[in-house]
Structure formats: structure tokens, C-alpha cells
């Protein structure tokens, strides 16, 4: 089994920065694919950034110039810096992992965190 854990959510001013990780523990051979989701309250899941394991990234165009998605294979962990935080990024936010368990897989599997919540006061 491998778990995902978000850390680093909480309030925050408009105008502020903050940074999210996501950790990833359990059996893992190899984790390709590492996303940001966020849901906005009353919202849909929608994805907010992604990167590859050779490091292609994507940033959704709400977000894009002021996050950035980044991740460390050592650590098995995803990173998602927030700056210029408005309103409407008050979200909770879900790290999700494509994840090949063993080298017999030939199929990834989908493993999601539970959210952390961003809140940013106007």
C-alpha cells in the first residue's frame, strides 16, 4: 500500500506565498506522474498543476506565473509553491500520485491524499 500525506495548508493574507508538500511512503518502485488537485468549496475537483518523473510540468492557466510545481524522487515528495494568493484559491488541495509498485507492473496505480485547506483572507 503506499499513502500520501499533505502538509502545509492553513490561513494565509491575499497577497502571501505558501508552500505545500505532498509525501509519499508505502511500497513504490517508482512514481511517475505527481499532480496538485484543488476543490473550491461548492466546487468541482479540478486539476491545478502536474509534473512527469523527467520533470514536465503543466500549471493550470488560473494559477499560471504565480505557482509552481516542483518534486524530489529521493523524497518521493511533491512540492506546489503558492505565491500572490487570492481569494479564489481558497481550496482544499489534493496531491494525487501515478505509482508503479513493483517492476512486474505493467499498469500504475492512482493513490490520492486526503487535502489539505487553503484558505486566503481577502
Known amino acids: 500500500q503506499v499513502q500520501l500525506v499533505e502538509s502545509g495548508g492553513g490561513l494565509v493574507q491575499a497577497g502571501g506565498p505558501l508552500r505545500l508538500s505532498c509525501a509519499a511512503s508505502?511500497?513504490?518502485?517508482?512514481?511517475?506522474?505527481m499532480a496538485w488537485y484543488r476543490q473550491p468549496p461548492g466546487m468541482q475537483r479540478e486539476l491545478t498543476a502536474s509534473?512527469?518523473?523527467?520533470?514536465?510540468?503543466y500549471v493550470a492557466d488560473s494559477v499560471k506565473g504565480r505557482f509552481t510545481i516542483s518534486r524530489d524522487n529521493g523524497k518521493n515528495t511533491v512540492y506546489l509553491q503558492m505565491n500572490d494568493l487570492k481569494f479564489e484559491d481558497t481550496a482544499v488541495y489534493y496531491c494525487q500520485m501515478l505509482v508503479q509498485v513493483t517492476y512486474l507492473d505493467y499498469y500504475d496505480k492512482d493513490y490520492w491524499g486526503k487535502g489539505t485547506l487553503v484558505t486566503v483572507s481577502p
Open positions: 509534473i512527469t518523473d523527467s520533470g514536465i510540468t
Open positions: 508505502g511500497s513504490i518502485f517508482r512514481i511517475n506522474q
